[in-house]
């Protein structure tokens, strides 16, 4: 039979582990406010310190592909955010990519940034986190990401303090992101001042899109939205 000759590995590949698919409104990035289906894989290699998915670092069930499409399908709604943990950690989120490209969604992917980007499919609109020095993982920023952003994709800034806000100006001007692609900034949850951040960012002119977490000012720190 054709199933028992193929190898361990593809079958293996084929599949995901998931840690939760929910329906919410989009709480970042510049499709904020839209009906989106996220698909949460489990796993992260970083351990950022405001972390708000630490449940999804672990446990989750696999999923077949073709069964992980039609969970997604079922909520008839076009915009399809892959997010984690670290999505990326799983070789088979390309896959997954490319086939919910190939199914008609508007897809996003939300990424550390710690790993490498440029086997995603074209059409997904990659959101890339440049971890800062208050995340206490800006070791791990993989800066070559930065040379394949398409303009549509996103560089997400979670400023934790004024010395994390600095540290992000300080970027946008060396490596120059300023017009290549969508730049964002956060404030971390309960550790910046939303207004204060808002207020740097007016007296600097800085050309970038500041951004509250819609889903938390909603519903909090809940999982499933
Ligand atoms: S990269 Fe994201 S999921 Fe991983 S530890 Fe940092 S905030 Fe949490």
Redesign the pocket.
């Given at each position: 039979m054709k199933t028992s000759l193929q190898p361990t590995s593809a079958r293996v590949a084929a599949r995901l582990r998931i840690s939760e698919i929910f329906l919410s409104l989009q709480g970042e990035s510049t499709s904020v406010g839209l009906p989106t289906v996220f698909v949460r894989l489990t796993g992260?290699p970083?351990?950022?310190n405001?972390?708000?998915?630490?449940y999804?670092f672990q446990g989750g069930e696999y999923l077949q592909l073709p069964e992980l499409l039609a969970q997604v399908a079922a909520f008839q709604v076009r915009h399809v955010t892959v997010t984690?943990?670290?999505p990326l950690a799983q070789p088979a989120c390309l896959s997954l990519l490319t086939q919910l490209c190939d199914a008609g969604y508007s897809v996003s992917l939300e990424t550390?940034g710690?790993l490498d980007v440029s086997g995603v499919d074209a059409r997904v609109v990659k959101v890339l986190?440049l971890k800062t020095p208050g995340?206490g993982?800006v070791e791990r920023n993989l800066y070559r990401n930065l040379e394949v952003l398409a303009p549509r994709d996103q560089v997400k800034f979670v400023i934790c303090d004024r010395a994390d806000y600095e540290w992000a100006r300080a970027q946008i001007g060396e490596r120059r992101l300023a017009g290549r692609c969508e730049l964002l900034f956060s404030p971390a949850w309960g550790q910046q001042d939303a207004t204060r951040l808002a207020e740097w960012i007016l007296a600097d002119r800085l050309p970038v899109r500041f951004q509250l977490q819609l889903h938390k000012i909603l519903w909090g720190d809940a999982p499933g939205h």
């Open positions: 992260c970083l351990r950022c405001y972390c708000d998915t630490e999804a984690g943990g670290e550390s710690a986190d995340s993982e």
